[in-house]
């Protein structure tokens, strides 16, 4: 499995220094904005599987901040994402085990908003033809080429907003719900 070093440098690098976050004052009841409505079973599943991580101190072993809080190029944000190296460098896809966890930072507390699936193309093309991009749970990843504003290598990605509505859509990029503020 060949995976560009550079990419993976910058995010052994953010992970190593971010600052502990044992003094935001997180409150889980801060979550309420989530869809009242049905959910799709993709969002329920990542929902129920995301639950026992809404407050930023259970995120689990493995995820780590990095990049800071990432805001959108015209109009809102996505958040600080929690992202599992384990998980971003292999080439499976499971809708419980997101590679990023994304939260907002707001008023002295962090919440939930979000994940992120992502697979390097040169991981994913390993097992897949050009031409096969990623899908999980009926829905396209999105490639991302290189050079890119996070310093990745080429991947593809998909967000998916489960515990805060997006007006655009529950897997659009930039959510105009989610700020990088309270940073």
């Known amino acids: ?47 129920q599987s995301t639950e026992p991580f809404r407050n930023v101190r259970d995120v689990p072993p493995g995820y780590g901040p990095v990049l800071g809080c990432v805001s959108g190029p015209e109009q ?25 966890l994304i939260y907002e930072f707001k008023d002295g507390a962090a919440r939930l908003v979000g994940v992120e699936f992502i697979v390097f193309a040169s991981v994913w093309h390993v097992n897949h033809a050009p031409n096969d991009p990623p899908v999980l749970e009926g829905q396209l990843l999105q490639f991302v080429d290189s050079p890119n504003r996070f310093g990745l290598p080429a991947h ?14 529950v897997f659009v990029d930039w959510n105009p719900r989610v700020s990088c503020e309270g940073q």
Do not use: C
């Open 1 to 47: 499995m060949i995976i560009a070093r550079s990419g993976l440098s910058v995010l052994a690098l953010a992970l190593t220094s971010v600052s502990s976050l044992a003094s935001l004052d997180v409150d889980a009841a801060q979550h309420a904005g989530h869809a009242a409505a049905s959910p799709s079973a993709f969002v329920e599943t990542v929902r």
């Open 76 to 100: 809102g944000a996505m958040g600080v994402h929690f992202v599992n190296p384990t998980l971003l460098v292999d080439d499976v896809l499971d809708a419980t085990k997101p590679e990023a």
């Open 156 to 169: 593809y990605e998909l967000h998916v907003w489960a515990w805060q509505d997006n007006p655009n859509g």
